[in-house]
């Protein structure tokens, strides 16, 4: 693991440098080549874009920990902006959105889990009118059992709703062969939180082999995977996976960042792979933005001179 990875994961949630941060525009180099825009409009556009090149599309409007409950709301009327928008455009079809549970509720001090669900309903349930699903995001360790237990709730009514599991973690094995029933979407990563050795692997290796076993057992199972990386290794690796357990094209899919490796996110896409791009919207970029720095530390000197510059 780079030296510089949990340095970058710890500022991630310094309040004190998200101010100084956040004050620079998103269209400043190195947060636009991650984020496409801060309003609606900017992220319907992105969206059209990506259709337009045959890539799926899943949208997040940025936000998480939020400790106020207006906030949380603001961010679910938001999706539904959103959603509304997408429908009117024609583009729900091959676009869903990505919410994650902190940014509507989850850890307020009162009735936190509850109001989560309670939004989280209806966004899946405006999502379901525009005809299209919702993916709940996963959190740092701490919020997956809440996490998962919001999504056996929400699955009664909206059995699409789409998961994220993520290698790094012990438990994660377990959690996809839980998963892997008919009808289930997961979304399989590597994980993008600073998390304890009491609770994860530490190690790159370790990581990466978890990823495969885990690949396994939602490639063997009976539901959606999805592949979410940018490893050339991961991404063969699953791709020999898919033919040996019998999968056809179009029963799994890669999902990856916007920004990151776009080549390659057309180039699957044009070998007849279904490939879903991650496009994160809105002003609440930076620790979205600091998590993308600690994988790939080396875009540090690009941040820092726009920091310098602005
Ligand atoms: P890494 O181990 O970071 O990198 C492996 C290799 O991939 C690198 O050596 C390089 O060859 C290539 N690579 C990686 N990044 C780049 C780059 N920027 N440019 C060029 N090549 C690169 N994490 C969560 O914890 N929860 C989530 O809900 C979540 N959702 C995600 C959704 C999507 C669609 C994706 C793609 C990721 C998501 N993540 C999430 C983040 C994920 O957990 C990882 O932190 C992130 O994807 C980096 O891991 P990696 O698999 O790409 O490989």
Redesign the pocket.
């Known amino acids: 693991m780079s030296l510089l990875r949990q340095p970058l994961l710890l500022l991630a949630r310094s309040a004190q440098v998200k101010k100084l941060v956040s004050t620079m525009p998103v269209s400043s180099g190195i947060v636009h080549n991650y984020v496409p825009g801060e309003t609606t409009e900017a992220a319907v556009g992105a969206t059209a874009v990506l259709e337009a090149d045959g890539l799926r599309v899943?949208l997040d409007f940025l936000g998480e920990d939020t400790l106020d409950a207006e906030q949380a709301e603001a961010t679910v009327q938001a999706y539904l902006t959103l959603l509304e928008q997408l429908a009117h455009q024609g583009l729900t079809r091959d676009a869903e959105v990505s919410v994650k549970l902190s940014a509507i509720g989850q850890f307020l001090p009162e009735n936190g889990h509850k109001i989560a669900l309670e939004n989280a309903r209806t966004i899946c349930r405006a999502a379901r009118n525009a005809g299209t699903t919702v993916t709940l995001?996963?959190?740092d360790h701490t919020t997956i059992d809440s996490t998962l237990s919001i999504l056996r709730e929400l699955r009664k009514d909206f059995p699409e709703t789409g998961a994220?599991l993520?290698a790094m973690l012990h438990r994660t094995e377990a959690d996809c062969r839980t998963l892997a029933h008919e009808g289930s979407r997961v979304?399989l990563?590597?994980?993008?939180?600073l998390e304890p050795e009491s609770v994860a692997f530490q190690d790159?290796l370790d990581i990466d082999k978890s990823y495969v076993r885990c690949a396994k057992v939602l490639l063997e199972g009976e539901g959606y995977p999805m592949f979410?990386?940018?490893?050339?290794r991961?991404v063969e690796i699953v791709s020999s996976l898919v033919s040996r357990y019998g999968r056809d094209q179009g029963s799994y899919e890669y999902?990856?960042?916007y920004g990151?490796?776009p080549d390659e996110q057309r180039r699957l896409a044009a070998s007849g792979e279904t490939v879903?791009v991650?496009v994160p919207y809105g002003t609440e970029w930076y620790g979205y933005l600091m998590?993308?720095l600690a994988?790939?530390p080396q875009n540090l000197t690009f941040f820092l001179r726009s920091l310098i510059s602005k």
């Open positions: 899943t995001d996963m959190e994220v993520q979304r990563c590597k994980g993008a939180y790159k979410a990386t940018h490893d050339p991961i999902q990856m960042l990151i490796r879903r991650y998590r993308r994988e790939r």
